[in-house]
């Protein structure tokens, strides 16, 4: 059974900073793309990251971009975000997720291996 588990979540005040991890079982995606999703209340769930399989190319949304790092540890199937200078408008529950056929794409819609997310919440 293919699994996708993220961690590190959790309440951090605005400016502060949070790792998450992800941890991949069943299966190994070095050689896929690894994506970090978000879905804040009542928002449609976005691509904010994404890593090609060997870890040599990233892309971050706008929202995020010089604040939010992307990586990758092929050699525990897992992958990090980190995230630094947290706002208020970055509180959303967080989803890493894989897609298997690819090995680099910033389609949101390729990415067919999810976790079950993990809460963030900045206060301001």
């Known amino acids: 059974q293919v699994q996708l588990v993220e961690s590190g979540g959790g309440l951090v005040q605005a400016g502060g900073s949070l790792r998450l991890s992800c941890a991949a079982s069943g299966r190994t995606f070095s050689g896929n793309a690894m994506g970090w999703f978000r879905q804040a209340p009542g928002k449609d769930r976005e691509l904010i990251a994404s890593?090609?399989?060997?870890?040599?190319?990233?892309s971050y949304a706008d929202s995020v971009k010089g604040r939010f790092t992307m990586s990758r540890d092929n050699a525990k199937n897992t992958v990090y975000l980190q995230m630094n200078s947290l706002k208020p408008e970055d509180t959303a529950v967080y989803y890493c997720a894989a897609a298997s056929k690819h090995w680099y794409t910033v389609d949101g819609q390729k990415y067919d291996y999810w976790g079950q997310g993990t809460q963030v919440t900045v206060s301001s």
């Open positions: 890593i090609s399989g060997s870890g040599s190319q990233t």
